[in-house]
């Protein structure tokens, strides 16, 4: 079955909300650390419709036939205010494939899509960040060309008495 690869419209973003829901599951299950505000995942379909009007964000799907999707792509531009240069940066916010179409090279249309549109912004340089424990995402980025950067580093801090808890 051919599958395409096309800007998300505004259809299909009860269906893309299907897959952030999904993908944030799949995150939970690879480590504990990852949680996610649920209520807010179920909120996706109210605030992917102000992604999609945004400029500065974009999204592809891949549509495997009768409207199904198989993994969505979403992009946005980044502003660094820190001193790094450039001062202006692609950044993949989210990428995810349904578990029976991942390694099916699925990915690689949608991030030559989102490498077409960074260079229309201007941008050369793109970022993203991988969950350690994703072990099949890490390499497939490895293999796609990202390289290391940073490391990002997490530290839980026991709340102290009488010192609200964020969520």
Excluded: C
Excluded at 76 to 97: K, T
């Amino acid at each position: 079955m051919a599958v395409e690869t096309r800007p998300a419209r505004a259809a299909d973003v009860p269906k893309i909300a299907r897959l952030v829901a999904a993908m944030a599951a799949y995150h939970e299950s690879l480590d504990e650390r990852a949680r996610f505000d649920w209520e807010e995942i179920r909120q996706a379909p109210a605030w992917l419709q102000t992604v999609l009007a945004r400029d500065h964000h974009a999204l592809w799907v891949a549509e495997a036939g009768d409207g199904h999707l198989a993994g969505y792509l979403w992009v946005r531009l980044v502003r660094d205010h820190s001193g790094y240069l450039p001062r202006v940066r692609g950044y993949v916010n989210h990428a995810y494939l349904e578990e029976n179409w991942r390694g099916k090279g699925l990915i690689k249309p949608m991030l030559e899509a989102a490498y077409e549109w960074f260079l229309s912004k201007g941008v050369t340089v793109v970022t993203l960040l991988v969950l350690h424990r994703n072990w099949n995402g890490s390499s497939a980025w490895y293999k796609l060309g990202y390289e290391d950067w940073t490391h990002e580093r997490r530290l839980e801090l026991k709340p102290r008495a009488n010192q609200p808890r964020a969520r």
